[in-house]
């Protein structure tokens, strides 16, 4: 065991190139742009004070933000992003799209229900906060300090997904696969709309699927199977990939079967697993540079 | 290992072990400060037995009206989930949450006498895939 412990911790700070941290900040920071610039995030404004409700980070503000200052936010945070992927003070920037971010989508959140769906990107992307890129000229250096930051990005995803699924066993058991329990799960998600959901895109698919119990079971014991082996995925570097392809299937049928969306989960898979898959030699974004030593794992 | 390779590894370990460890303590815990979390996303069964609940404005000339918390805002949607704390929050509070859910519906309060939060049974007709209410409890009345 304590053997298993040390090889894990040093891969964990095993030297790394410096462009494979480069690649994955700035595809965090693209995913968190996504976000940014897709929500009208002046919808926070309209929430009365008394409607605030569940801690977050931002529970000491109590009061309802104007909706310009949301804006400023919103704006603040995508400038931050243009930094980051131009590679301009990236560290400093990215800690700014992080901030703006993490505080717009914890107002969203302040509204009574745990929303999960910001929170994986959110939580992957504080490791970046205490990670320094390499200089422009020394992309391809070899330091402990490019090498630990993507691959405690992994680790974070990982526990993410392994917990996810531990919650399902600790709360409901065997039951959460073997029983009615999915079949029930579609159902209710396609009457989502009764409280304000969003309409499932794939009404008649998911019909089919909450009709045929063994369908249900198949489908919530391969998301229930993928949560709890995600370490493993993402662990083994050519199997990366592969997670990423299966959360994006998990996710996207829970997207079109009840309508809700986690696409940020699987954009923020991918921005770690795909850089993460490659040969530690082998940058993603510009020509294969010499990277001699890089663990190959 | 360099000193300066040790002084690094040092802070990936701490920033790595610590950031995982904090994220176990609040799954073992089922704590929740946003966004540390226990990732309980769909962790218990669902079944046949389905209840919802709703807000029913009760007009001073007699005629009631579901409250529809502004279905275009998805940021006010979500308060439904704290219907259930108005049963054991002060008159005073239950007033200024009534009120506000008021306003986000678009009703006047001051045609309203009271609001009611009524718990209500579901059946779904697996024939017609729809699901329809079949029973109606009151649960708490605030009076305005």
Same mark, same amino acid.
């Given at each position: 065991?304590?053997?298993?412990?040390?090889?894990?911790?040093d891969?964990?700070?095993?030297?790394?190139?410096?462009?494979?941290?480069?690649?994955?900040?700035?595809?965090?920071?693209?995913?968190?742009?996504?976000?940014?610039?897709?929500?009208?995030?002046?919808?926070?404004?309209?929430r009365p004070?008394?409607?605030?409700?569940?801690?977050?980070?931002?529970s000491w503000?109590?009061?309802?933000?104007?909706?310009?200052?949301?804006?400023a936010?919103?704006?603040?945070?995508?400038?931050?992003?243009?930094?980051?992927v131009?590679q301009?003070?990236?560290?400093?920037?990215?800690?700014?799209?992080?901030?703006?971010?993490?505080?717009?989508?914890?107002?969203?959140g302040?509204?009574?229900k745990?929303?999960?769906?910001?929170?994986?990107?959110?939580?992957?992307?504080?490791?970046?906060?205490?990670?320094?890129?390499?200089?422009?000229?020394?992309?391809?250096?070899?330091?402990?300090?490019?090498?630990?930051?993507?691959?405690?990005?992994?680790?974070?995803?990982?526990?993410?997904?392994?917990?996810?699924?531990?919650?399902?066993?600790?709360?409901?058991?065997?039951?959460?696969?073997?029983?009615?329990n999915?079949?029930?799960?579609?159902?209710?998600?396609?009457?989502?709309?009764?409280?304000?959901?969003?309409?499932?895109?794939?009404q008649?698919?998911?019909h089919?699927?909450?009709?045929?119990?063994?369908?249900?079971?198949?489908?919530?014991?391969?998301?229930?199977?993928?949560?709890?082996?995600?370490?493993?995925?993402?662990?083994?570097?050519?199997t990366?990939?592969?997670?990423?392809?299966?959360?994006?299937?998990?996710?996207?049928?829970?997207?079109l079967?009840?309508?809700?969306?986690?696409?940020?989960?699987?954009?923020?898979?991918?921005?770690?697993?795909?850089?993460?898959?490659?040969a530690?030699?082998?940058?993603?974004?510009?020509?294969?540079?010499?990277?001699v030593?890089?663990?190959r794992? | 290992?360099?000193?300066e390779?040790?002084?690094?590894?040092?802070?990936?370990?701490?920033?790595?072990?610590s950031?995982?460890?904090?994220?176990?303590?609040?799954?073992?815990?089922?704590?929740?400060l946003?966004?540390?979390?226990?990732?309980?996303?769909?962790?218990?069964t669902?079944?046949?037995d389905?209840?919802?609940?709703?807000?029913?404005?009760?007009?001073?000339?007699?005629?009631?009206e579901p409250?529809?918390?502004?279905?275009?805002?998805?940021?006010?949607?979500?308060? /439904?989930?704290?219907?259930?704390?108005? $049963? !054991?929050?002060?008159?005073? &509070?239950?007033? %200024? =949450?009534?009120?506000?859910?008021?306003?986000?519906?678009?009703?006047?309060?001051?045609?309203?006498?009271?609001?009611r939060?009524?718990?209500?049974?579901?059946?779904?007709?697996? /024939?017609?895939?729809?699901?329809?209410? $079949? !029973?109606?409890?009151?649960? &708490?009345?605030v %009076? =305005?």
């Open positions: 065991m304590r053997g298993l412990w040390s090889r894990v911790d891969r964990l700070v095993a030297p790394g190139p410096g462009f494979r941290l480069a690649e994955v900040q700035i595809l965090l920071a693209v995913v968190i742009a996504l976000r940014l610039a897709t929500r009208d995030w002046t919808l926070i404004a309209e004070a008394a409607l605030r409700d569940g801690l977050t980070v931002m503000y109590t009061g309802t933000p104007a909706p310009w200052a949301l804006v936010v919103q704006v603040v945070g995508l400038v931050c992003a243009v930094l980051v131009a301009r003070r990236p560290h400093l920037a990215f800690v700014g799209l992080w901030i703006a971010y993490t505080s717009l989508t914890a107002l969203w302040s509204s009574g745990v929303m999960h769906n910001d929170v994986l990107t959110v939580l992957v992307g504080a490791v970046f906060l205490f990670a320094s890129g390499p200089p422009r000229d020394g992309w391809s250096d070899l330091r402990v300090r490019y090498g630990w930051p993507p691959r405690a990005a992994l680790a974070v995803l990982a526990t993410a997904y392994v917990v996810s699924g531990a919650q399902k066993l600790v709360h409901s058991g065997p039951e959460w696969v073997f029983s009615d999915m079949t029930w799960v579609l159902r209710l998600g396609l009457s989502a709309n009764l409280s304000g959901g969003v309409t499932p895109v794939a008649d698919a998911a089919l699927v909450a009709e045929h119990g063994w369908l249900s079971a198949s489908l919530a014991g391969g998301a229930l199977l993928l949560e709890l082996t995600a370490p493993l995925w993402l662990a083994v570097r050519r990366r990939v592969l997670f990423v392809v299966s959360v994006a299937l998990m996710h996207g049928s829970i997207w079967f009840i309508g809700l969306d986690y696409s940020a989960w699987v954009l923020t898979a991918a921005a770690v697993a795909v850089p993460m898959s490659l530690p030699d082998r940058a993603l974004f510009r020509m294969p540079v010499s990277a030593g890089a663990p794992r | 290992m360099t000193t390779q040790r002084r690094e590894a040092r802070v990936g370990r701490a920033v790595t072990w950031l995982l460890a904090l994220m176990a303590v609040f799954a073992v815990g089922q704590l929740e946003w966004p540390m979390t226990a990732f309980r996303l769909f962790s218990t669902r079944s046949a389905q209840t919802r609940l709703e807000l029913v404005a009760e007009h001073l000339d007699g005629t009631d409250l529809l918390v502004s279905e275009r805002n998805p940021v006010l949607v979500t308060t /439904d989930r704290q219907f259930p704390d108005l $049963v !054991g929050e002060s008159e005073e &509070v239950q007033r %200024d =949450l009534v009120l506000a859910w008021l306003s986000v519906s678009g009703v006047d309060p001051v045609s309203v006498g009271s609001v939060l009524d718990r209500i049974a579901r059946a779904y007709d697996v /024939d017609t895939h729809t699901w329809t209410d $079949v !029973g109606r409890t009151t649960i &708490v009345v %009076d =305005l």
